[in-house]
Protein backbone atom coordinates (compact mmCIF):
# COMPACT_ATOMS: atom_id res chain seq x y z
CA UNK A 1 0.00 0.00 0.00
CA UNK A 2 1.42 3.30 -0.96
CA UNK A 3 1.44 6.19 1.78
CA UNK A 4 0.62 9.68 1.43
CA UNK A 5 1.81 12.42 4.28
CA UNK A 6 -0.93 15.43 3.64
CA UNK A 7 -1.67 18.36 5.78
CA UNK A 8 0.00 16.88 8.76
CA UNK A 9 -1.45 12.75 8.20
CA UNK A 10 -0.41 9.89 6.80
CA UNK A 11 -3.12 8.12 5.08
CA UNK A 12 -3.18 5.48 2.46
CA UNK A 13 -2.65 7.52 -1.01
CA UNK A 14 -6.18 6.45 -2.11
CA UNK A 15 -7.82 8.07 0.70
CA UNK A 16 -5.76 11.48 -0.56
CA UNK A 17 -7.20 14.08 -1.82
CA UNK A 18 -7.40 18.25 -2.12
CA UNK A 19 -10.58 20.03 -2.49
CA UNK A 20 -11.98 21.50 -5.86
CA UNK A 21 -10.67 25.17 -5.31
CA UNK A 22 -7.11 23.91 -4.76
CA UNK A 23 -5.22 26.63 -6.92
CA UNK A 24 -2.64 23.87 -7.93
CA UNK A 25 -5.88 21.76 -9.76
CA UNK A 26 -7.46 25.30 -10.94
CA UNK A 27 -4.02 27.08 -11.52
CA UNK A 28 -1.07 24.72 -11.96
CA UNK A 29 -0.32 26.94 -8.80
CA UNK A 30 2.01 24.81 -7.10
CA UNK A 31 5.89 23.54 -6.94
CA UNK A 32 7.04 20.07 -6.70
CA UNK A 33 10.29 17.77 -5.96
CA UNK A 34 10.76 14.09 -6.74
CA UNK A 35 13.72 12.56 -4.85
CA UNK A 36 15.19 9.31 -5.26
CA UNK A 37 15.92 6.97 -2.02
CA UNK A 38 18.00 3.74 -2.65
CA UNK A 39 18.70 1.59 0.25
CA UNK A 40 16.62 3.96 2.75
CA UNK A 41 19.03 6.89 2.15
CA UNK A 42 17.29 9.64 -0.07
CA UNK A 43 20.18 11.38 -2.54
CA UNK A 44 20.68 15.14 -2.35
CA UNK A 45 17.93 15.40 -0.06
CA UNK A 46 19.48 18.84 1.23
CA UNK A 47 19.56 20.45 -2.18
CA UNK A 48 15.94 19.07 -3.20
CA UNK A 49 14.61 21.02 -0.13
CA UNK A 50 16.65 24.08 -1.00
CA UNK A 51 15.20 24.19 -4.17
CA UNK A 52 11.54 23.56 -2.98
CA UNK A 53 12.02 26.42 -0.68
CA UNK A 54 13.34 28.65 -3.53
CA UNK A 55 10.59 27.77 -5.64
CA UNK A 56 7.97 28.56 -2.92
CA UNK A 57 9.88 31.74 -2.77
CA UNK A 58 9.50 32.27 -6.28
CA UNK A 59 5.82 31.50 -6.32
CA UNK A 60 5.35 33.57 -2.87
CA UNK A 61 3.87 30.62 -1.72
CA UNK A 62 4.11 30.16 2.34
CA UNK A 63 5.76 27.13 3.79
CA UNK A 64 3.59 25.67 6.06
CA UNK A 65 6.22 23.15 7.87
CA UNK A 66 9.86 23.69 8.79
CA UNK A 67 12.88 22.16 6.60
CA UNK A 68 12.85 19.59 9.64
CA UNK A 69 9.96 18.81 9.73
CA UNK A 70 9.76 18.40 5.80
CA UNK A 71 12.75 16.00 6.47
CA UNK A 72 11.50 13.52 9.80
CA UNK A 73 8.12 13.56 7.29
CA UNK A 74 10.43 12.18 3.97
CA UNK A 75 12.17 9.92 6.25
CA UNK A 76 9.06 8.32 7.93
CA UNK A 77 7.45 7.63 4.44
CA UNK A 78 10.88 5.78 3.40
CA UNK A 79 10.89 3.60 6.66
CA UNK A 80 6.95 2.82 5.75
CA UNK A 81 7.58 2.20 2.26
CA UNK A 82 9.58 -0.57 3.20
CA UNK A 83 11.61 -0.62 0.08
CA UNK A 84 14.87 -0.39 -1.16
CA UNK A 85 14.05 1.88 -4.26
CA UNK A 86 11.72 4.52 -4.09
CA UNK A 87 11.00 7.85 -5.03
CA UNK A 88 9.40 10.52 -2.99
CA UNK A 89 6.64 13.25 -5.13
CA UNK A 90 6.12 16.43 -2.98
CA UNK A 91 3.46 19.55 -4.21
CA UNK A 92 2.80 22.29 -2.17
CA UNK A 93 0.13 24.88 -3.30
CA UNK A 94 -1.63 28.01 -1.90
CA UNK A 95 -4.72 25.83 -0.85
CA UNK A 96 -8.71 26.15 -0.98
CA UNK A 97 -9.83 29.41 -1.73
CA UNK A 98 -12.69 31.09 -3.35
CA UNK A 99 -11.79 30.70 -7.06
CA UNK A 100 -9.79 34.21 -8.20
CA UNK A 101 -6.35 34.71 -10.14
CA UNK A 102 -4.77 36.66 -6.98
CA UNK A 103 -3.41 35.43 -4.20
CA UNK A 104 -6.13 34.85 -1.47
CA UNK A 105 -5.35 37.06 1.50
CA UNK A 106 -5.28 33.89 4.04
CA UNK A 107 -3.80 30.88 2.00
CA UNK A 108 -4.45 27.85 3.61
CA UNK A 109 -1.48 25.66 1.82
CA UNK A 110 -1.87 22.37 0.75
CA UNK A 111 1.19 20.23 0.88
CA UNK A 112 1.76 16.27 0.66
CA UNK A 113 4.36 13.81 -0.09
CA UNK A 114 4.08 10.18 -1.25
CA UNK A 115 6.62 8.23 -1.89
CA UNK A 116 6.14 5.04 -4.41
CA UNK A 117 8.53 2.15 -5.79
CA UNK A 118 10.76 3.10 -8.14
CA UNK A 119 10.78 1.13 -10.89
CA UNK A 120 13.86 -0.49 -11.99
CA UNK A 121 14.56 0.42 -15.47
CA UNK A 122 15.72 -2.66 -17.45
CA UNK A 123 19.68 -2.32 -17.72
CA UNK A 124 19.43 -2.34 -21.22
CA UNK A 125 18.08 1.60 -20.98
CA UNK A 126 21.11 2.71 -19.56
CA UNK A 127 23.72 -0.46 -21.48
CA UNK A 128 22.27 0.87 -25.09
CA UNK A 129 21.13 4.35 -24.83
CA UNK A 130 17.61 5.78 -25.66
CA UNK A 131 15.83 7.76 -28.64
CA UNK A 132 14.90 11.12 -28.20
CA UNK A 133 12.58 13.53 -30.57
CA UNK A 134 12.99 17.58 -30.30
CA UNK A 135 9.79 19.73 -29.50
CA UNK A 136 9.28 23.07 -29.33
CA UNK A 137 10.15 24.48 -25.86
CA UNK A 138 6.29 26.22 -25.20
CA UNK A 139 6.77 26.91 -22.00
CA UNK A 140 6.65 30.32 -19.56
CA UNK A 141 9.48 32.70 -18.79
CA UNK A 142 10.14 31.12 -15.21
CA UNK A 143 11.60 27.67 -15.65
CA UNK A 144 14.04 27.96 -12.63
CA UNK A 145 11.01 27.67 -10.87
CA UNK A 146 9.59 23.88 -10.25
CA UNK A 147 5.82 24.41 -10.47
CA UNK A 148 3.79 22.26 -11.45
CA UNK A 149 2.80 24.13 -14.55
CA UNK A 150 3.40 20.93 -16.79
CA UNK A 151 1.04 21.21 -19.80
CA UNK A 152 3.78 21.84 -22.38
CA UNK A 153 6.38 19.52 -20.50
CA UNK A 154 3.52 16.53 -20.64
CA UNK A 155 2.49 17.74 -24.33
CA UNK A 156 6.30 17.24 -25.75
CA UNK A 157 6.68 13.80 -23.74
CA UNK A 158 3.68 12.29 -24.88
CA UNK A 159 4.82 13.39 -28.48
CA UNK A 160 8.05 11.51 -28.03
CA UNK A 161 6.58 8.65 -26.31
CA UNK A 162 4.02 8.52 -29.41
CA UNK A 163 7.16 7.50 -31.77
CA UNK A 164 9.44 5.10 -29.04
CA UNK A 165 10.99 7.81 -27.95
CA UNK A 166 12.28 8.19 -24.30
CA UNK A 167 12.05 11.86 -24.37
CA UNK A 168 11.48 15.04 -25.57
CA UNK A 169 14.25 17.31 -26.11
CA UNK A 170 12.92 20.89 -25.94
CA UNK A 171 14.12 23.95 -27.90
CA UNK A 172 12.94 27.23 -28.57
CA UNK A 173 12.01 29.66 -31.07
CA UNK A 174 16.01 31.15 -31.40
CA UNK A 175 17.13 27.29 -32.40
CA UNK A 176 18.41 26.50 -29.05
CA UNK A 177 18.36 23.39 -27.19
CA UNK A 178 17.02 23.98 -23.84
CA UNK A 179 16.63 20.84 -21.71
CA UNK A 180 14.35 17.60 -21.73
CA UNK A 181 10.69 17.66 -21.24
CA UNK A 182 11.42 15.80 -17.83
CA UNK A 183 15.15 15.90 -17.63
CA UNK A 184 18.29 17.96 -18.01
CA UNK A 185 19.95 17.17 -21.76
CA UNK A 186 23.87 17.09 -22.30
CA UNK A 187 25.96 16.52 -25.71
CA UNK A 188 29.35 16.07 -25.96
CA UNK A 189 31.54 17.08 -28.90
CA UNK A 190 35.11 17.01 -29.74
CA UNK A 191 35.52 15.63 -26.05
CA UNK A 192 33.97 18.70 -24.70
CA UNK A 193 30.79 18.18 -22.57
CA UNK A 194 28.26 21.03 -22.84
CA UNK A 195 24.68 21.97 -21.52
CA UNK A 196 22.27 25.08 -21.34
CA UNK A 197 23.17 27.30 -18.39
CA UNK A 198 21.13 26.87 -15.68
CA UNK A 199 18.91 30.42 -15.76
CA UNK A 200 15.58 31.06 -16.12
CA UNK A 201 15.11 29.06 -19.43
CA UNK A 202 15.76 25.81 -18.02
CA UNK A 203 15.42 24.32 -14.16
CA UNK A 204 18.74 23.33 -12.92
CA UNK A 205 18.40 19.48 -11.82
CA UNK A 206 20.32 18.58 -8.33
CA UNK A 207 21.37 16.13 -10.64
CA UNK A 208 22.94 17.84 -12.86
CA UNK A 209 24.42 19.89 -10.56
CA UNK A 210 25.98 16.65 -9.36
CA UNK A 211 27.48 15.60 -12.79
CA UNK A 212 28.94 19.34 -13.07
CA UNK A 213 30.62 18.94 -10.06
CA UNK A 214 31.74 15.37 -10.68
CA UNK A 215 33.01 16.12 -13.99
CA UNK A 216 35.08 19.03 -13.43
CA UNK A 217 36.39 17.11 -10.38
CA UNK A 218 37.30 14.15 -12.93
CA UNK A 219 39.25 16.80 -15.10
CA UNK A 220 36.64 17.03 -18.26
CA UNK A 221 35.83 19.79 -20.10
CA UNK A 222 32.25 20.29 -19.02
CA UNK A 223 31.08 23.78 -20.20
CA UNK A 224 27.55 25.73 -19.29
CA UNK A 225 27.17 27.10 -23.00
CA UNK A 226 23.81 27.25 -25.12
CA UNK A 227 23.87 25.20 -28.34
CA UNK A 228 21.84 24.92 -31.21
CA UNK A 229 19.74 22.00 -32.87
CA UNK A 230 22.05 21.53 -35.52
CA UNK A 231 24.87 21.27 -32.94
CA UNK A 232 23.12 18.69 -31.00
CA UNK A 233 22.50 16.78 -34.21
CA UNK A 234 25.83 16.53 -34.90
CA UNK A 235 27.61 15.97 -31.54
CA UNK A 236 29.60 13.01 -30.82
CA UNK A 237 27.37 12.18 -27.83
CA UNK A 238 24.67 13.00 -25.69
CA UNK A 239 23.04 12.11 -21.90
CA UNK A 240 20.24 12.75 -20.47
CA UNK A 241 19.87 13.38 -16.04
CA UNK A 242 17.48 13.42 -13.73
CA UNK A 243 16.88 12.42 -10.30
CA UNK A 244 15.37 8.91 -11.35
CA UNK A 245 17.09 7.96 -14.44
CA UNK A 246 20.67 9.40 -13.05
CA UNK A 247 22.95 9.59 -16.39
CA UNK A 248 21.17 8.11 -19.58
CA UNK A 249 23.43 7.72 -22.66
CA UNK A 250 21.12 9.58 -25.88
CA UNK A 251 21.70 7.64 -29.09
CA UNK A 252 19.40 8.39 -31.41
CA UNK A 253 17.66 12.26 -32.22
CA UNK A 254 14.51 12.71 -34.47
CA UNK A 255 15.56 8.79 -35.50
CA UNK A 256 18.90 10.12 -36.79
CA UNK A 257 21.98 8.20 -34.65
CA UNK A 258 24.08 10.66 -32.84
CA UNK A 259 27.43 10.27 -32.95
CA UNK A 260 28.30 6.24 -33.44
CA UNK A 261 24.96 6.02 -32.32
CA UNK A 262 26.21 4.33 -29.00
CA UNK A 263 26.92 5.47 -25.94
CA UNK A 264 29.62 7.20 -26.03
CA UNK A 265 33.28 6.96 -23.70
CA UNK A 266 32.78 10.36 -21.90
CA UNK A 267 28.76 9.33 -21.68
CA UNK A 268 30.35 6.01 -19.48
CA UNK A 269 32.66 7.86 -17.61
CA UNK A 270 29.82 10.03 -16.15
CA UNK A 271 27.67 6.83 -15.33
CA UNK A 272 30.30 5.50 -13.31
CA UNK A 273 31.06 8.57 -11.72
CA UNK A 274 27.49 9.01 -10.89
CA UNK A 275 27.24 5.36 -9.71
CA UNK A 276 30.27 5.89 -7.31
CA UNK A 277 29.12 8.85 -5.97
CA UNK A 278 25.66 7.80 -5.13
CA UNK A 279 27.15 4.59 -3.23
CA UNK A 280 29.41 6.54 -1.62
CA UNK A 281 26.63 8.65 -0.33
CA UNK A 282 24.37 5.89 0.88
CA UNK A 283 27.78 3.92 2.27
CA UNK A 284 28.40 7.32 4.20
CA UNK A 285 24.78 7.54 5.35
CA UNK A 286 24.61 4.00 6.20
CA UNK A 287 27.94 3.85 7.86
CA UNK A 288 26.60 5.23 11.35
CA UNK A 289 23.56 3.16 11.86
CA UNK A 290 25.99 0.04 11.25
CA UNK A 291 27.93 1.31 14.05
CA UNK A 292 25.38 1.70 16.47
CA UNK A 293 23.63 -1.69 15.63
CA UNK A 294 26.90 -3.31 16.62
CA UNK B 1 -25.11 25.75 -0.16
CA UNK B 2 -22.80 25.69 -3.65
CA UNK B 3 -23.47 22.42 -5.35
CA UNK B 4 -21.56 20.45 -7.73
CA UNK B 5 -21.86 17.95 -10.10
CA UNK B 6 -18.63 15.85 -10.67
CA UNK B 7 -18.50 12.92 -12.57
CA UNK B 8 -22.05 12.03 -12.74
CA UNK B 9 -23.18 12.90 -9.38
CA UNK B 10 -24.08 16.44 -7.55
CA UNK B 11 -23.17 17.01 -3.82
CA UNK B 12 -22.13 19.97 -1.77
CA UNK B 13 -19.07 21.86 -3.44
CA UNK B 14 -17.40 21.37 0.04
CA UNK B 15 -17.65 17.71 -0.33
CA UNK B 16 -16.05 17.29 -4.01
CA UNK B 17 -12.28 16.55 -4.14
CA UNK B 18 -10.27 15.36 -6.35
CA UNK B 19 -7.63 12.34 -5.91
CA UNK B 20 -3.48 13.42 -5.45
CA UNK B 21 -2.89 12.12 -8.85
CA UNK B 22 -5.36 14.04 -11.06
CA UNK B 23 -3.45 15.69 -13.59
CA UNK B 24 -4.84 18.63 -13.34
CA UNK B 25 -3.59 19.10 -10.09
CA UNK B 26 0.34 17.39 -10.90
CA UNK B 27 0.42 18.60 -14.28
CA UNK B 28 -2.02 21.67 -15.01
CA UNK B 29 -3.33 19.29 -17.86
CA UNK B 30 -7.39 20.15 -17.84
CA UNK B 31 -9.33 22.93 -19.69
CA UNK B 32 -12.00 24.74 -17.78
CA UNK B 33 -14.74 27.82 -18.69
CA UNK B 34 -17.10 30.13 -17.11
CA UNK B 35 -20.20 30.81 -17.73
CA UNK B 36 -22.63 33.36 -16.97
CA UNK B 37 -26.58 32.76 -15.93
CA UNK B 38 -28.76 35.36 -15.57
CA UNK B 39 -32.41 34.83 -14.19
CA UNK B 40 -31.80 31.39 -14.98
CA UNK B 41 -30.48 32.18 -18.49
CA UNK B 42 -26.88 30.69 -19.56
CA UNK B 43 -25.55 33.07 -21.79
CA UNK B 44 -23.53 32.13 -24.83
CA UNK B 45 -23.91 28.73 -23.72
CA UNK B 46 -23.52 27.11 -27.31
CA UNK B 47 -20.42 29.10 -27.69
CA UNK B 48 -18.56 28.40 -24.27
CA UNK B 49 -19.59 24.44 -24.77
CA UNK B 50 -18.21 24.83 -28.22
CA UNK B 51 -15.00 25.84 -26.78
CA UNK B 52 -15.10 23.64 -24.15
CA UNK B 53 -14.91 20.91 -26.64
CA UNK B 54 -12.08 22.53 -29.28
CA UNK B 55 -10.25 22.76 -26.07
CA UNK B 56 -10.77 19.22 -25.08
CA UNK B 57 -9.99 18.42 -28.47
CA UNK B 58 -6.68 20.46 -28.59
CA UNK B 59 -4.97 18.51 -25.62
CA UNK B 60 -6.91 15.17 -26.96
CA UNK B 61 -8.77 15.01 -23.83
CA UNK B 62 -11.43 12.45 -24.21
CA UNK B 63 -14.79 13.93 -23.45
CA UNK B 64 -16.86 12.20 -21.16
CA UNK B 65 -20.20 13.14 -21.44
CA UNK B 66 -22.23 14.72 -24.69
CA UNK B 67 -22.66 18.36 -24.90
CA UNK B 68 -27.15 17.31 -24.27
CA UNK B 69 -25.55 15.91 -20.99
CA UNK B 70 -23.30 18.69 -20.32
CA UNK B 71 -26.15 20.92 -21.03
CA UNK B 72 -28.66 19.22 -18.97
CA UNK B 73 -25.77 19.35 -15.98
CA UNK B 74 -25.45 23.13 -15.86
CA UNK B 75 -29.45 23.82 -16.12
CA UNK B 76 -29.80 21.63 -13.28
CA UNK B 77 -27.30 23.31 -11.17
CA UNK B 78 -28.46 26.70 -12.27
CA UNK B 79 -32.05 25.62 -11.03
CA UNK B 80 -30.82 24.28 -7.93
CA UNK B 81 -28.63 27.45 -7.26
CA UNK B 82 -31.85 29.57 -6.63
CA UNK B 83 -30.04 32.51 -7.68
CA UNK B 84 -30.76 35.37 -10.35
CA UNK B 85 -27.17 35.86 -11.32
CA UNK B 86 -24.42 32.36 -11.05
CA UNK B 87 -21.41 32.05 -12.83
CA UNK B 88 -20.43 28.04 -13.74
CA UNK B 89 -17.23 26.89 -13.42
CA UNK B 90 -16.41 23.43 -15.57
CA UNK B 91 -13.22 22.00 -15.63
CA UNK B 92 -11.91 18.16 -17.59
CA UNK B 93 -9.07 16.74 -16.92
CA UNK B 94 -7.35 13.45 -18.14
CA UNK B 95 -8.35 11.76 -14.18
CA UNK B 96 -6.40 10.41 -11.76
CA UNK B 97 -3.56 7.66 -13.12
CA UNK B 98 -0.08 6.71 -11.84
CA UNK B 99 2.29 10.11 -12.20
CA UNK B 100 4.22 10.30 -15.23
CA UNK B 101 4.27 13.26 -18.03
CA UNK B 102 3.07 11.04 -20.83
CA UNK B 103 -1.16 10.64 -21.44
CA UNK B 104 -2.40 7.48 -19.63
CA UNK B 105 -3.24 4.64 -21.50
CA UNK B 106 -6.40 4.53 -20.03
CA UNK B 107 -7.41 7.89 -18.83
CA UNK B 108 -10.26 7.95 -16.93
CA UNK B 109 -11.67 11.91 -16.86
CA UNK B 110 -12.44 14.10 -13.92
CA UNK B 111 -15.23 16.58 -15.18
CA UNK B 112 -16.69 18.79 -12.62
CA UNK B 113 -18.99 22.09 -12.93
CA UNK B 114 -20.16 24.17 -9.91
CA UNK B 115 -22.05 27.16 -9.68
CA UNK B 116 -21.91 30.39 -7.32
CA UNK B 117 -23.37 33.36 -6.96
CA UNK B 118 -21.80 36.24 -9.18
CA UNK B 119 -21.11 39.22 -6.67
CA UNK B 120 -22.78 41.70 -8.87
CA UNK B 121 -19.72 44.43 -9.28
CA UNK B 122 -20.08 47.75 -7.45
CA UNK B 123 -21.94 50.17 -10.45
CA UNK B 124 -19.53 52.43 -9.71
CA UNK B 125 -17.24 50.05 -11.75
CA UNK B 126 -18.45 50.29 -15.04
CA UNK B 127 -19.24 54.13 -14.60
CA UNK B 128 -15.86 55.52 -13.78
CA UNK B 129 -13.90 52.57 -15.05
CA UNK B 130 -10.69 50.70 -13.42
CA UNK B 131 -7.03 51.03 -13.49
CA UNK B 132 -5.01 48.48 -15.16
CA UNK B 133 -1.50 47.31 -14.85
CA UNK B 134 1.18 45.96 -17.77
CA UNK B 135 2.97 42.95 -17.28
CA UNK B 136 4.97 40.12 -19.24
CA UNK B 137 3.37 37.84 -20.76
CA UNK B 138 5.01 34.58 -19.44
CA UNK B 139 2.55 32.30 -21.02
CA UNK B 140 2.65 29.45 -23.18
CA UNK B 141 2.41 28.99 -26.94
CA UNK B 142 -1.35 27.45 -27.26
CA UNK B 143 -3.20 30.27 -25.51
CA UNK B 144 -6.36 29.16 -27.64
CA UNK B 145 -6.65 26.37 -25.19
CA UNK B 146 -8.51 27.46 -22.06
CA UNK B 147 -6.03 25.66 -19.94
CA UNK B 148 -6.19 25.66 -16.35
CA UNK B 149 -2.30 26.33 -16.88
CA UNK B 150 -3.34 29.58 -14.90
CA UNK B 151 0.04 30.26 -13.24
CA UNK B 152 1.54 33.77 -15.11
CA UNK B 153 -2.18 34.70 -15.14
CA UNK B 154 -2.40 34.77 -11.54
CA UNK B 155 0.94 35.93 -11.13
CA UNK B 156 0.44 38.99 -13.63
CA UNK B 157 -2.96 39.48 -12.00
CA UNK B 158 -1.72 39.77 -8.06
CA UNK B 159 0.77 42.44 -9.37
CA UNK B 160 -2.06 44.65 -10.64
CA UNK B 161 -4.06 43.73 -7.93
CA UNK B 162 -1.67 44.80 -5.30
CA UNK B 163 -1.13 47.78 -6.94
CA UNK B 164 -4.77 48.65 -6.91
CA UNK B 165 -5.63 47.91 -10.28
CA UNK B 166 -8.68 46.02 -11.54
CA UNK B 167 -6.52 43.80 -13.93
CA UNK B 168 -2.94 43.10 -15.84
CA UNK B 169 -2.52 44.03 -19.51
CA UNK B 170 0.17 41.56 -21.09
CA UNK B 171 2.72 42.61 -23.34
CA UNK B 172 5.00 40.44 -25.10
CA UNK B 173 8.77 40.51 -26.15
CA UNK B 174 7.47 42.49 -29.26
CA UNK B 175 5.81 44.92 -26.84
CA UNK B 176 2.56 44.06 -28.88
CA UNK B 177 -0.53 44.17 -26.02
CA UNK B 178 -1.83 40.61 -25.84
CA UNK B 179 -5.29 40.68 -23.72
CA UNK B 180 -5.86 40.73 -19.90
CA UNK B 181 -4.56 38.09 -17.25
CA UNK B 182 -8.51 37.24 -16.91
CA UNK B 183 -10.08 39.21 -19.40
CA UNK B 184 -9.84 40.14 -23.17
CA UNK B 185 -8.35 43.95 -24.24
CA UNK B 186 -9.26 46.27 -26.10
CA UNK B 187 -8.41 50.23 -27.14
CA UNK B 188 -9.33 52.95 -29.13
CA UNK B 189 -7.60 55.35 -31.37
CA UNK B 190 -9.44 57.89 -33.25
CA UNK B 191 -12.92 56.45 -33.51
CA UNK B 192 -11.38 52.95 -34.76
CA UNK B 193 -11.42 49.84 -31.93
CA UNK B 194 -8.60 47.70 -32.20
CA UNK B 195 -7.89 44.18 -30.14
CA UNK B 196 -5.57 41.57 -30.88
CA UNK B 197 -6.52 39.00 -33.56
CA UNK B 198 -7.53 35.59 -32.11
CA UNK B 199 -4.97 33.27 -32.98
CA UNK B 200 -2.75 30.98 -31.13
CA UNK B 201 -1.29 34.62 -29.03
CA UNK B 202 -4.44 34.93 -26.86
CA UNK B 203 -7.77 33.00 -25.72
CA UNK B 204 -10.25 34.31 -27.84
CA UNK B 205 -13.27 35.08 -25.56
CA UNK B 206 -16.76 34.35 -26.34
CA UNK B 207 -17.52 38.00 -25.14
CA UNK B 208 -15.27 39.46 -26.83
CA UNK B 209 -16.81 37.77 -30.05
CA UNK B 210 -20.56 39.37 -29.47
CA UNK B 211 -18.79 42.79 -28.98
CA UNK B 212 -16.83 42.66 -32.38
CA UNK B 213 -20.74 40.80 -33.89
CA UNK B 214 -22.40 43.80 -32.34
CA UNK B 215 -20.13 46.63 -33.14
CA UNK B 216 -19.85 45.50 -36.64
CA UNK B 217 -23.26 45.44 -37.21
CA UNK B 218 -23.63 48.56 -35.29
CA UNK B 219 -21.07 50.47 -37.91
CA UNK B 220 -18.85 50.52 -35.95
CA UNK B 221 -15.06 50.17 -37.16
CA UNK B 222 -13.58 47.40 -35.38
CA UNK B 223 -10.08 45.50 -36.46
CA UNK B 224 -8.93 42.44 -35.21
CA UNK B 225 -4.78 44.01 -35.35
CA UNK B 226 -1.79 43.90 -33.02
CA UNK B 227 -0.76 47.11 -31.45
CA UNK B 228 1.89 48.40 -29.06
CA UNK B 229 2.04 49.52 -25.35
CA UNK B 230 2.97 52.75 -26.72
CA UNK B 231 0.13 52.62 -29.01
CA UNK B 232 -2.01 51.73 -25.51
CA UNK B 233 -0.69 54.52 -23.61
CA UNK B 234 -2.08 56.78 -26.01
CA UNK B 235 -5.22 55.34 -26.67
CA UNK B 236 -8.25 57.94 -26.52
CA UNK B 237 -10.07 54.79 -24.73
CA UNK B 238 -9.66 51.18 -23.39
CA UNK B 239 -11.96 48.74 -22.21
CA UNK B 240 -12.06 45.22 -21.16
CA UNK B 241 -14.23 42.02 -21.94
CA UNK B 242 -15.40 39.38 -20.43
CA UNK B 243 -18.06 36.52 -19.66
CA UNK B 244 -18.50 38.14 -15.96
CA UNK B 245 -17.37 41.91 -16.49
CA UNK B 246 -19.34 42.51 -20.00
CA UNK B 247 -17.43 45.79 -21.24
CA UNK B 248 -15.60 47.34 -18.79
CA UNK B 249 -14.02 50.79 -19.02
CA UNK B 250 -10.39 51.10 -18.12
CA UNK B 251 -9.64 54.96 -17.75
CA UNK B 252 -5.58 54.08 -16.14
CA UNK B 253 -2.45 52.23 -17.24
CA UNK B 254 0.66 51.99 -15.27
CA UNK B 255 -0.74 54.99 -13.02
CA UNK B 256 -1.39 56.96 -16.03
CA UNK B 257 -4.70 58.25 -17.84
CA UNK B 258 -6.08 56.61 -20.72
CA UNK B 259 -7.45 59.77 -23.13
CA UNK B 260 -9.35 61.78 -20.79
CA UNK B 261 -9.46 59.60 -17.83
CA UNK B 262 -13.57 58.54 -17.70
CA UNK B 263 -15.12 55.78 -19.65
CA UNK B 264 -14.89 57.06 -23.17
CA UNK B 265 -18.07 57.36 -25.36
CA UNK B 266 -17.56 54.31 -28.12
CA UNK B 267 -16.86 52.44 -24.89
CA UNK B 268 -20.32 53.42 -23.56
CA UNK B 269 -21.87 52.36 -26.92
CA UNK B 270 -20.15 48.94 -26.72
CA UNK B 271 -21.40 48.58 -23.06
CA UNK B 272 -25.43 49.51 -23.81
CA UNK B 273 -25.29 47.38 -26.64
CA UNK B 274 -23.75 44.18 -24.72
CA UNK B 275 -26.36 44.96 -22.14
CA UNK B 276 -29.21 45.34 -24.62
CA UNK B 277 -28.08 42.18 -26.56
CA UNK B 278 -27.93 39.67 -22.98
CA UNK B 279 -31.48 41.44 -22.10
CA UNK B 280 -32.88 40.45 -25.09
CA UNK B 281 -31.09 36.58 -25.19
CA UNK B 282 -32.84 36.30 -21.52
CA UNK B 283 -35.89 37.74 -22.72
CA UNK B 284 -35.79 34.91 -25.85
CA UNK B 285 -35.32 32.50 -23.71
CA UNK B 286 -37.86 33.08 -21.03
CA UNK B 287 -40.51 33.78 -23.45
CA UNK B 288 -41.75 30.41 -24.07
CA UNK B 289 -41.26 29.25 -20.72
CA UNK B 290 -44.05 32.13 -19.97
CA UNK B 291 -46.06 30.93 -22.23
CA UNK B 292 -46.49 27.69 -21.41
CA UNK B 293 -46.66 28.92 -17.39
CA UNK B 294 -50.27 30.84 -18.63
Known sequence: METVWINGEFKPLSEGHVGLEDRALLFGEGIYEVIAAYQGVPILLEEHLERWERSAAGLRLPLPYTRDQRREVLMELIARSGSDRISLYGQLSRGESRRAHQ?????????????RNLAKYPPELHEKGVKVYTHLDE??????????????????K??????????AILFNEENIVTEGAVANFWVVKNGVVYTHPANGRILGGCKRAM????????GIDVREETYSVDFMMQAD????TSTTINVLPVVKADDM????????ALTRRLMELVDAEISSIIEAASAPAVQSGT
Open 103 to 115: FPATPKPNEFWFA
Open 158 to 167: QYATERGGFE
Open 139 to 156: RWARRWIKSTSLLPNCIA
Open 237 to 240: EAFL
Open 257 to 264: AIGSGTPG
Open 211 to 218: VLELARAA
